[in-house]
């Protein structure tokens, strides 16, 4: 019995079924934002393939699968898949393939069952094993650019530190941790693969990678961030007015706060109907006070709800008001919370969190640069509102 020509005349039935399982899988949470055809990648030409290689007339096409595997790889690796789901991926396509053909491998001898059965777990093993060999050359070609973006942010950093001599000691204990994380699992893989070449491409060490990227990533921030004040100190923060749609940018912003929200379960309200329909601002300057204040809220709020209200407040001003019901903010910190690096958290959780204690400073400087005024009223266990007021025409920054 031929199952090759089985396979061919179902690819597209088999592939439709796999997407639609990838994503329905919610342990595979890479594939929320991707498109159907990203998802799908190149499997089709996998099947191809392998439909060659169940054939007993045609000339196997296994570089197809080699070729096809590696590029999946690639792909999952710049897709930010883990691996773990990469796994999955590959759990549900055998489970769909054996589920299409279960049907024809029924009525075959037991020697062509026993063929057929063999040759689709070595294709899809094969598969598995070129994608996974991609997928961590892919990461590390990551980690390699990382490196090389710390590299070229030193020297204006040591610049930084030299014009900033009272914030050496907080910006040192900031990116000690996540230095020290880098350090010690960069060294540990480079160790592991030195004595044991053959666990280059296991788990352990992806999560390894892993680890470094994220930590690398936080001193990233820490240090545009603390750049971000540099300039805003040193009278180099430009602001460039322009009539800019309030709703729409507020929009953009949510769709890209909402996931965070969604990690852990909390509501995401956004009321703008009261919103002025335009205002003369500079739409990057209030992109990144709406993001740095929503991102706090939901970072420091276990449950409940995040709310952004925005309205006209008279005819020359409106406001934004980011309202919490997280932990909140003891009155006597209340004065301290727009300071670099102060961060009023007691819980240990949150204090590990991937904050970098500028974000509040960042949007003080901000809001003052754009001529506005930001209040904040908190309690402890009560949540918190922050309320930024800004003019329906802000002036422009001289060069």
Not at 321 to 335: K, N, T
């Amino acid at each position: 019995m031929d199952f090759s020509q089985t396979l061919i005349h179902k690819i597209d039935a088999i592939v439709d079924q796999w997407v639609e399982a990838v994503y329905k899988d919610e342990q595979i949470e890479a594939t929320k934002e991707l498109t159907f055809k990203a998802v799908r990648n190149s499997l089709p030409k996998v099947l191809t393939a392998l439909a060659t290689v169940l054939s007993e007339s045609e000339k196997s096409d296994l570089q197809t699968v080699v070729d096809t595997s590696l590029e999946h790889g690639w792909l999952r690796a710049e897709q930010g898949f883990e691996p773990a789901e990469i796994a999955r991926e590959y759990r549900l396509l055998r489970v769909i393939i054996f589920s299409f053909l279960e049907e024809d491998l029924l009525k075959a001898s037991p020697v062509e069952l026993l063929r057929a059965v063999r040759l689709i777990d070595m294709i899809i093993d094969e598969a598995i094993a070129r994608c996974f060999n991609s997928y961590t050359h892919g990461r590390l070609q990551e980690l390699k650019q990382l490196q090389s973006q710390l590299r070229l942010t030193n020297q204006e950093l040591t610049r930084l530190v030299r014009a900033s001599k009272d914030s050496l000691s907080q910006l040192a204990h900031e990116l000690k941790t996540p230095l020290t994380s880098i350090i010690g699992y960069a060294d540990l893989f480079l160790r592991q693969h030195r004595q044991k070449p053959e666990l280059k491409d296991s788990y352990t060490n992806l999560d390894s990678i892993e680890r470094v990227m994220r930590s690398g990533r936080l001193i990233l921030r820490l240090i545009n961030d603390t750049l971000e004040i540099s300039r805003y100190d040193a009278g180099r923060m430009i602001l460039h007015p322009t009539v800019t749609n309030v709703r729409g940018l507020i929009n953009s912003v949510v769709e890209i706060i909402e996931p965070l929200a969604r990690n852990k379960e909390l509501a995401l309200v956004v009321d703008c109907d009261r919103a002025p329909d335009r205002v003369i601002t500079d739409p990057l300057r209030l992109q990144q006070i709406i993001t740095n204040l929503l991102s706090n809220a939901i970072r420091y709020t276990k449950s409940g709800t995040v709310r952004l209200h925005c309205e006209k407040v008279s005819e020359e001003q409106w406001a934004i008001s980011v309202i919490d019901s997280g932990i909140g903010i003891p009155l006597d910190a209340q004065s301290q919370i727009f300071n670099p690096y102060f961060r009023a958290v007691n819980d240990q959780e949150l204090q590990s969190s991937d904050g970098t204690g500028l974000g509040l400073a960042i949007v003080s400087r901000l809001v003052e640069l754009m001529h506005g005024e930001i209040k904040v009223v908190s309690q402890p266990e009560q949540g918190s509102t922050f309320t930024v007021i800004f003019p329906l025409e802000a002036i422009a920054c001289e060069d």
